[in-house]
């Protein structure tokens, strides 16, 4: 089993969609969260922190649930430049530095 | 431009060649890390340095492979002897040790390797 484990996809969605992606993690140990943004052929970019209370940033709101060891990211009113890669990522933070151990990533397509 | 730079962007090698990868942290950035990435998987981490020491280093690096930061700043990585399975975007990630929360991890664009 995966320790980060994503539905690849792709998500196909018409602009202004609204869309959500889910993703559960196997260590309970793991300090922090993070979703990061992936295009194609390019460097991963960091989208937005998790926080145990949820949090959101424009279109974008990130959840996280301990108990389950689940994290989601919704994205309302989708826009074209939207499409890429969503990376859910975990830090176990071990021997006081930051090890990120990436999902496969969720691929979403939004359309005109 | 002033990010995580990483030269060369692309290499092709011949299977048993060494290549060498390296990446210019953002200047100010003590920690610095080498991540693998093959075609729809997400990266993985190989190695990590705080300063110039390597202070964790990933199964997945055999001893075919080594990396330096030899005076704190930039890093490279060597492969020995390459295999086709070693084909993948090895991307470089730098990092500044703070109290207090994040510790964001900024991506270089890769180096992109390829074993024939």
């Known amino acids: 089993r995966k320790e980060v484990e994503q539905d690849p996809g792709p998500f196909n969605v018409p602009e202004g969609a609204t869309v959500a992606f889910n993703c559960t993690y196997s260590?309970?140990?793991?300090?922090?969260f993070f979703w990061y943004r992936q295009d194609c052929r390019k460097e991963p970019k960091l989208l937005m922190s998790?926080?145990?209370s949820g949090n959101e940033d424009g279109r974008f709101t990130a959840q996280l649930n301990r108990a389950s060891q689940y994290i989601s990211l919704l994205i309302r009113d989708s826009k074209l430049s939207d499409s890429a890669t969503y990376l859910c990522?975990?830090?176990?933070?071990?021997?006081?530095?930051?090890?990120?151990?990436f999902g496969t990533g969720t691929r979403l397509l939004v359309s005109p | 431009d002033t990010g995580v730079s990483q030269n060369p962007r692309h290499k092709i090698t011949k299977r048993g060649q060494n290549v060498t990868f390296r990446c210019d942290p953002i200047?100010?950035?003590?920690?610095l890390y080498w991540y693998r990435q093959t075609l729809g998987q997400g990266p993985e981490f190989l190695t990590y340095?705080?300063?110039?020491?390597?202070?964790?280093k990933s199964r997945l690096l055999s001893d075919r492979f080594s990396a330096e930061r030899p005076k704190g700043s930039f890093s490279t990585l060597e492969i020995q002897r390459t295999e086709q399975g070693d084909s993948a975007m090895y991307l470089c990630?730098?990092?500044?040790?703070?109290?207090?929360?994040?510790?964001?991890?900024?991506f270089g664009p890769g180096t992109r390797l390829t074993v024939l």
């Open positions: 990630a730098s990092s500044l040790l703070t109290s207090g929360r994040g510790n964001e991890q900024f």
């Open positions: 200047s100010e950035h003590n920690r």
């Open positions: 260590n309970s140990a793991s300090q922090s």
């Open positions: 990522v975990v830090n176990h933070q071990n021997t006081g530095f930051q090890k990120l151990v």
């Open positions: 998790v926080y145990s």
């Open positions: 340095f705080q300063n110039e020491a390597q202070l964790e």
